[in-house]
Each structure stands twice: as structure tokens, then as C-alpha cells.
């Protein structure tokens, strides 16, 4: 059974419909990141799918030091405010260190620990103590069944608003693969499973100085994840993939975007 969570007005867990988190990988500036806010609210809105929006203030995981990484705690924190606020829509990102979590569990609704981060126990816990729903990132390097030791720490301190995401394993070099046992593994658990389709198609390294990915694949990555029973979709997104500062070769293109939630909409209607 899937114990669910609330983050406002939205409720993660079936039978309740999926949610969408998507938006830009990272905060490149505060108008861009608005408009992408902005045309998210209004298709999710027509469609009828709730939104929670998603933009990260530090990648703190690069491939390269001269890679961007956002505008740093205070201001991503300030543009992640602003969306909260004026488009009245609840926000995720990402935090790295325990010395962020105080001043990001003031503007977010969920906090997100990174994959590469989730067997981090202090971190972990930290994030849990603020009573803030908190995604939790299924490592690369992780089995599905691993995750109920995670899942064990945050509910050590109480707190039982608790989503997994599954982003795909490590296969190889430079290279991904999607197990799709791992949403039933992880449901039992007793967390909603989130299925992150662009970072699954990523090719970590891939470019040399930069990670690479394969943004054809979201679309049939995403209609399996919905058909395996996955609470929601985890969706990065920009106008101009090919111009983003960050994870750009995975990340799907704006306008494209309405098509494939129909199609998620029709998937999720024949199985209920």
C-alpha cells in the first residue's frame, strides 16, 4: 500500500493521478526560468495534471570545473520565491550540503537529494528533521531494493513525506539503462515512485569535457513508466535544448512536451 504525500493541494501516490515535476535543469536567469514556470502552469493547468515546478539553484555535480552551475543558494532561492509565489505553484530543487537545507526548506515545498548523494546519512536526515516532503533520488550504482534503507533513515526522524525517484543505473561506460522493476521494487516501500525520464537518458561524461544524452527516448521511457504504475514524472525542459547551460542533450523541448502528456493522460486512463 502507498502511503501518499501531500505537497499542498497535490497528492503524490496512487490511485491519485501523476504528477509532473519538470522545468529547466538549472536556473540560468530569473526570466527565462519564469516563462518556462509560466508555460508549464498553463498546459499542466488545461490538461488537468498537477505541476510541481523544478529548477536547481547549484549543480553542484559537473562533469567539468568550468561547467555553469546556476546562481548559487540565495538567488536561486530568491527566483524560486518569486515562481512560488506570483504563479501560486509548488517548487523542488536540489540541496547538496546540511549547511543549505535550513535556508532552502524556507522557500521550497520538496526538498531533492541528488542520486549520487542518497546513501549520505547526515544529509539525509537533516533534510527529513525539517518536516518538508523530501525526494529522494535513487543512485546509479543502487539496487531498487537498497532504497528501503534510505527510506528507513528519514523515517527515523518522524517524518513519513517521503517520494523515490528512479533515474535509470549505471551500465557500462558513460552509459545508462532503465529497470522497470524498480517502481513495483521501490512501491514496496510503502513511497510514491517518481520516474525521472531525462536523466535516464542521459550519457554521463558522454561529450568528453560534458555529459551527453538522448532526448528521442523520453517519450517511450515515459509511456512505460506510467504503464508500470509510476506516481509521477520527473521532466526537465527548456525552449532551446540545444542552448541550455545545463544537461541540455537530455532535456526535452518545450513545445513538445503537450503531445506526450496526452498520450500519458490516455496511458494512465486505459489502465485505471
Known amino acids: 500500500m502507498i502511503n501518499p504525500v501531500d505537497i499542498g493541494a497535490i497528492r503524490v501516490g496512487r490511485p491519485e493521478p501523476f504528477i509532473l515535476i519538470s522545468g529547466p535543469c538549472v536556473i540560468e ?36 570545473i568550468d561547467s555553469f552551475r546556476g546562481p548559487g543558494i540565495q538567488k536561486g532561492l530568491e527566483v524560486l ?24 526548506a524556507e522557500s521550497l515545498d520538496v526538498l531533492q537529494i541528488p542520486a549520487f548523494l542518497c546513501r549520505q546519512t547526515d544529509l539525509v536526515v537533516a533534510a527529513a528533521n525539517t518536516g518538508k516532503p523530501v525526494n529522494v533520488k535513487k543512485g546509479q550504482f543502487l539496487a531498487p531494493w537498497d532504497m528501503k534503507n534510505v527510506v528507513n533513515k528519514i523515517l527515523s526522524t518522524g517524518n513519513k513525506k517521503i517520494i523515490l525517484t528512479d533515474r535509470g543505473a549505471s551500465f557500462g561506460y558513460n552509459n545508462l539503462v532503465t529497470d522497470f522493476r524498480c517502481i513495483p521494487i521501490m512501491h514496496e516501500t510503502g513511497c510514491p515512485v517518481i520516474y525521472d525520464a531525462t536523466h535516464s537518458v542521459q550519457l554521463p561524461g558522454g561529450a568528453g569535457s560534458a555529459s551527453a544524452g538522448q532526448r528521442e527516448y523520453v517519450p517511450l521511457l515515459s509511456r512505460a513508466a506510467i504503464a508500470a ?24 523541448r518545450l513545445e513538445d512536451l503537450e503531445a506526450l502528456l496526452v498520450q500519458l493522460k490516455a496511458i494512465e486512463n486505459a489502465l485505471s
Request: proline content about 5%; charged content about 25%; cysteine-free.
Open 29 to 64: 536567469d530569473a526570466q527565462t526560468t519564469f516563462d518556462i514556470a509560466a508555460e508549464l502552469k498553463q498546459l499542466t493547468r488545461r490538461l488537468g495534471i498537477p505541476f510541481i515546478f523544478k529548477a536547481s539553484y547549484d549543480k553542484a555535480n559537473r562533469t567539468s
Open 81 to 104: 520565491s518569486s515562481i512560488r509565489k506570483e504563479l501560486e505553484i509548488p517548487v523542488i530543487s536540489d540541496v547538496h550540503q546540511i549547511s543549505e537545507i535550513e535556508m532552502a
Open 229 to 252: 504504475g509510476a506516481d509521477g514524472l520527473f521532466i526537465e525542459t527548456h525552449k532551446n535544448p540545444e542552448k541550455a547551460l545545463s544537461d541540455g542533450p537530455n532535456s526535452m
